[in-house]
């Protein structure tokens, strides 16, 4: 028989029942708390591949909202890589594997992945499991990244143009970048193991850059000599700086040492230029001269106290205008405005200057423009001579041979007048000429028409008389000569056709007058062969000579 609980008893029991409902509630409160401030993914699901419950976490690791999560399957964010690990891990916990350990990538909202490390607890009763997830991402790309970070100072050593080196506190050669062949011949395993000492060509210079670096704890832009594998020497701009423990105690220095041979014979060159240049504007008879941007001087070479009697510092920060005449300056300050807007160069531009003593100086500017480094115009470079003599003479020559173009003028005015005066001279000849010529016609035609009226008469009386053949013979040639000579158409040829000769005056009339060449020739006491030469060449004279056209008809239609 069971003894029944006294009241008592039951009253423990029911304070104890009591105090377990409430540590009980307190559990599940602060379970509760837990899982929704967890900075870790907490979630639970069935062991068909489903979240069903998730904490906030999940959002902020992942991007998505619950709905989104818990409505696919987890399977589907995970990254394709992954994919059959995470089946064979769900496939495990359904075999009634308890507890599961995984890691893998899931698929963020904004589509990037990140690493996920998974404790799986699995209820298999229940057929459900809780998860507890960690973002791991950092941590499994921190060796990748550590590995890419070594090989890139790897092939950043490797690539230095400079040469990087190590030493110990001895001086010892501990470590030297791959440069070093290209620097100086040597390949690193040559060096390493050797001393710094050893390949310095100066001993002081070693000497002061232990004294400066144990000093100061560096140096920097340190320029030393150096000897290279063949012998020859480089010149070396070292930066260097102590090496320490952790405990601060120095253990050796290390450095970069950089290659400015060239540089430094290109300074050299430089310098050399310079002095030839310096020499140049002590020697030549010109001044040269430099302007910045604005036209004011920057630099003078000391011809300019030949040339215009000032210093050279007494010109510095002056402009060219300052020692011109107003009008002259005015004059030019517009054209080399144009000329510096233009940036153009200056080609024998002539200006007036005023000597220290305040005489006039012509110049004759040539220049060039001058741009930095980096294409930007700075000012101006050129050179000034003194061409006041020269346009002393032009100007000489030009009053010269002005004069001598005015006495020219003058002379052929004069000449003008004389030639206008010989032409009417000329004008009146011409007219008295002509007179002449018509007088002497006039004289002419008397003359004949008188002969011929005085010894027709005779020969009228004479004909009439008792002749023998000769005489009437002589009687008609003297009377067929006189009628020829007063005749009409024989002064027309004689005056039109100037380049006929008598004879050809003589055949011609003969013709005309119905004379055939046989007569003709008994006439002229001619050959045949003789009038038909002269008629051939009448015809040519005449202009019919490849005609068709008869003689004797051509000469009666032209009289």
Known sequence: MTNKPTYEELGQRVRELTDELLERDQMEKDVERIFNFSIDMIGSGNLKGYFTKINSSFKKTLGYTQ?????NPFIKFVHDDDVEKTKKALADAVKGKKEIYIENRYKCKDDSYKWIEWKVSVIVKEDKFIA????ITESKQAPVALLKSEEKYRRLFESLVDVFYQADSSGKITMVSPSITKAAGYKPEEVIGSYLK???VNPDERNKFSELISTNGFVENFEVQMKKKDGSVLWASVNASLSKDQ??????????????????????????SKERFRSLTEVTSDWIWEVDKNGFYTYSSPKLFDILGYKTEEIIGKTPFDFMPPPEADRLFDIFNDIRASQKSIDC????????????????????????TNGKFT??????RDITQRKRIQEELQKAHDELENRVKERTIELEVQKSNLEELNI??????????????????NLLTNVKELIAPYLEKIKKTKLDDQQKAILSIIESNINEIASPFTRKMSRTYLNLTPAEIKVANLIRHGNNAKEIAELMSLSPRTIYNHRKSIRKKLGIENKKTNLRSYLLSIF
Request: aromatic share 6%; hydrophobic share 30%; no cysteine.
């Open 379 to 384: 000012g101006y470079r050129g050179i000034d």
């Open 349 to 372: 531009l002539e200006n007036i200057n005023l000597h220290k003593n305040g005489q006039s100086v012509v110049l004759e500017t040539s220049g060039i423009p001058i741009f930095d």
């Open 67 to 71: 709905r989104e999560f818990l409505e």
């Open 198 to 200: 050893d390949y310095y």
């Open 247 to 272: 405990e601060g105690n120095v253990v050796g220095v290390e450095g970069i040492a950089r290659d400015i041979t060239e540089r430094i014979k290109g300074e050299e060159v430089l310098r050399e």
């Open 132 to 135: 507890v997830g960690r973002d």
């Open 428 to 445: 009146a000849l011409q007219v008295l000429l002509d007179k002449r010529q018509e007088d002497k016609k006039e004289t002419s035609d």
